[in-house]
């Protein structure tokens, strides 16, 4: 669709959003957890990331540390689940899929929630076409969505948090349908803070100008917003009075940066071990590098104690590399990242966490190889790269890998309460009885 041809017009714009996505994506494999409070853990099982309604009406803060919170796990028989990116990166990959026969123009903005560019679609009843998303991913996912529509990117985000938040709506908040007065009602009983692009910081200063609700910012000088903060600020005022200034991305751009990182589970002693994450690190990385088509000439490694036991020996330190000629090749990548390691390496330290990074990318179409490198060494290696990427995206993920990312990886993170791969895993599929 060529949206230049409605930019006299009034766009409808829809946002797309997974209610408490992780806990969504648990409790639709395991009905036990419904109506129970539930929370999903970060990386080690270390703080909150997803919270049922049951967990935040009991007052669990989002980040929040879970050892803190085991006074009312205990009283109110919370559930704390660890993180299972497997199975929410293949649900998200489901819902972004049915979303896509709704509208040819989409962007998928984050792991839960897409915009869809519904302009054009006026003979649909716009209200009824949105409870048809939620039904269908409802029914084929078994995940609650609500949908926010409004003529600019920010003003559906509005909407959402609005259908959210307000039963009334039954999930499906159409602000273009809303008049003036009402749609200024609403918007004076939202907080600043709640728009797309101010967050916590930027409300502070905007209630320091007396600028407190989501009316005062539409309401409020656009050219004085600009000279008070900046040409975004400036934007997002235009946006919530229905200028669109934020086009959709249906392509989304690669990223200029790949980091892949983790903390260990448990401290981290030998070289042997800090290789095996490195390793496996790195090999996360290209792949990701491979699937937007692109290649990195430089390669960045860190290790670290952790900056939380004052009583023990802290060491921390990290190397830049570039690149002889851009690579996306999983072993030449590895081979640097661990040659830089050994030089960063330094024993009888209790190491916490390891990582590398890729940047300084280019399109692999537009890349210059090394004048020496022979053409049939850069085909081999693109074809076996293609190889290893095709037999784990069909087998499952690691079923050919490099020896050095290790087997048994005792220093792997803490994930003592993980759901089973229930969508990416034939060994876990769900078992119906009859029973």
């Known amino acids: 669709m060529d949206v230049s041809y409605f930019s006299n017009a009034q766009r409808t714009i829809a946002l797309i959003d997974v209610n408490n996505f992780y806990v969504s994506c648990e409790r639709s494999f395991d009905p036990a ?11 080690n099982d270390g703080c909150i990331i997803s919270r049922s309604n049951e967990a935040k009406a009991l ?50 903005y984050s792991i839960d929630e897409c915009f869809l560019d519904l302009t054009g679609f006026e003979r649909k009843n716009i209200l009824e076409y949105g409870q048809q998303m939620r039904n269908r991913i409802l029914k084929w996912t078994g995940l609650p969505v609500c949908v926010g529509v409004g003529s600019t990117k920010t003003l559906a985000k509005l909407a959402n948090h609005i259908a959210k938040k307000n039963t009334q709506f039954n999930g499906v908040c159409h602000l273009n349908q809303l008049r003036e007065g009402e749609l200024n009602r609403l918007f004076s009983e939202l907080d600043v803070g709640e728009v797309w692009g101010v967050g916590r910081k930027l409300a502070i200063k905007l209630k320091a100008l007396d600028i407190y609700t989501v009316l005062d910012l539409k309401q409020a000088n656009s050219e004085y917003m600009r000279q008070q903060f900046s040409v975004v600020m400036e934007k997002i005022v235009h946006e919530l009075n229905g200028t669109v200034c934020i086009e959709l991305e249906e392509i989304v751009p690669p990223r200029k940066q790949i980091l892949s990182s983790r903390s260990f589970g448990h401290s981290v002693r030998d070289f042997n071990s800090l290789a095996e994450s490195i390793s496996l690190y790195m090999s996360r990385a290209a792949e990701k590098l491979r699937s937007q088509q692109s290649l990195a000439n430089i390669v960045q490694v860190y290790i670290r104690t952790s900056p939380f036991k004052l009583d023990e020996a802290q060491y921390g330190n990290g190397m830049t590399i570039p690149l002889p000629a851009p690579t996306d090749d999983t072993r030449q990548l590895v081979k640097v990242a661990l040659w830089a390691l050994k030089r960063l390496y330094k024993p009888n330290f209790n190491y ?11 399109p692999r179409a537009s890349a210059q190889f090394d004048l020496f490198a022979s053409e049939q060494s850069n085909s081999r290696s693109t074809r076996l790269m293609s190889a290893m990427d095709c037999i784990n995206a069909k087998m499952g993920r690691e079923s050919i890998k490099l020896a050095s990312e290790g087997f048994a990886r005792p220093w792997k993170m803490k994930q ?3 759901s ?10 769900p078992i119906a009885s009859k029973n």
């Open 33 to 43: 957890l419904k109506s129970h409070p539930v929370v999903v853990l970060s990386n």
């Open 420 to 429: 089973p791969n229930y969508t990416t895993r034939w060994d876990q599929i």
């Open 59 to 108: 007052g669990i803060k989002m980040g929040e540390p879970w050892f803190k919170c085991q006074e009312l796990v205990k009283k109110h028989k919370i559930k704390g689940l660890s993180s299972n990116y497997a199975l929410y990166a293949d649900m998200s990959n489901r819902v972004m899929t049915i979303l896509s026969d709704f509208s040819p123009n989409q962007e998928i």
């Open 416 to 418: 003592g309460n993980k």
């Open 352 to 362: 916490a966490k390891a990582g590398v990074c890729l940047s300084d990318m280019i």
